[in-house]
């Protein structure tokens, strides 16, 4: 299940998103797997639709 937030508490600086790596700073949209991955919404849009060409 995914769950969407904006990120408006301070993150721990081991926090990055799974796809890009980059910090997921706070204010930015992530979207959270129950394993608790968390990725940049505009990451998984992308890579989602790379892999349906």
Do not use: E, R, Y
Not at 2 to 24: F, G, K
């Amino acid at each position: 299940m995914l769950s969407s937030s904006p990120s408006d508490t301070p993150l721990p600086l081991t926090d990055d998103c799974a796809i890009c790596l980059m910090t997921l700073a706070p204010g930015t949209v992530l979207l959270t797997l129950s394993c608790n991955h968390k990725f940049h919404l505009q990451c998984l849009v992308s890579n989602a639709q790379a892999q349906n060409k």
